[in-house]
């Protein structure tokens, strides 16, 4: 697969810019795309921000730095675009978080291109509790299994802050299934 | 307790949709691109009719700015330079007062003149008819 820098090139190149779009977009949509769907659960909803997100990286290429990793700035611009739209969705709705809640856990059991047994379920049940910056981090750690320093790129919290929160992440949804698989 | 769900996750995409994601990303790209190109070329012809419209109406007003600038450029003129101009010229006092009475009847064509104005400025008008 080709490498970020050779990416960069042919971006940066007017003649190569769609093509090396194409490439950075085959690239990295299933990792953005996954890490969306986790967060938001519905497949439509997963589909609009993988998009946006690889919009605003084609509209903004020219702004990115070289000091930081492709990945964890569009990991960061598709983070952006996840909570943006969850605040959306609590605003427009007058929603308190707890509504917001139910609506993902409403979508979790019946939304499309979805399955698996319970014992699964009952994980993103745990996670859906959580508030969303601690379920990011979580996602980010067990699913996508980056290192602290990249979620603290992408997230600009310290490395303390973010083992803090998976610590206390992990422990809520350990409790959260243990009580729903004892019942 | 979570690792072996860790690689089997719940949710599904519909076939072929990592196939297709990128061309319709594409095709958005694409679009955008157009829609910000026409928006950037409406500005500039929003832009050039502004700037037409505006030399346009500073050609408008340029007459009366430089009527405006003579008077003033006359008045700043002290009287005796300007008798000694109209001395040393060729243009005789007949022709300065006829030119300013051709001005009057221009700028005031309604309205009458008073005979003594009239005489005072041209003599021998008296006895014209107006």
Known sequence: MINDA?????????????YGFNLLVRKYQQKIYWHLRKMVIDHDDADD?????????????????????????I?????????SFLQKKKRRFFLPLGDLTNELLYKLDHSPYISGDEIQKSLYRALLELPEKQRLVF???YFDNMSYEDIAAITGTSVGALKASYHHAVKKVGQFVSEKLNH | MFEEQHDNDIFK???GYFENLPGVINERVVAATAVRRRFIKSVYAYAA????????????????????????????????????????????????????ADEIFNAEAD????????????????????
């Open chain 1, 6 to 18: 050779s990416l960069l090139d042919k971006l940066r190149d007017p003649s190569t810019r769609h």
């Open chain 1, 49 to 73: 921000l993988t998009q946006e997100t690889f919009i605003k990286v084609f509209r903004h290429i020219d702004t990115f730095r070289e000091g930081s990793q492709l990945f964890t700035w």
């Open chain 1, 75 to 83: 990991y960061r611009i598709a983070t952006n675009e996840c909570l």
């Open chain 1, 139 to 141: 996602n980010m750690k």
């Open chain 2, 13 to 15: 995409v519909p076939d």
């Open chain 2, 49 to 100: 009719a502004a700037v037409l419209i505006l030399l346009v109406l500073v050609r408008l007003n340029r007459p009366a700015m430089t009527a405006q600038d003579a008077e003033t450029i006359l008045a700043s003129i002290e009287t005796e330079e300007l008798i000694n101009y109209l001395e040393e010229s060729d243009i005789s006092v007949e022709d300065v007062l006829s030119e300013a």
């Open chain 2, 111 to 130: 309205e009458q003149i008073p005979a003594d104005v009239m005489e005072e400025l041209i003599p021998g008008s008296e006895t014209d008819t107006l």
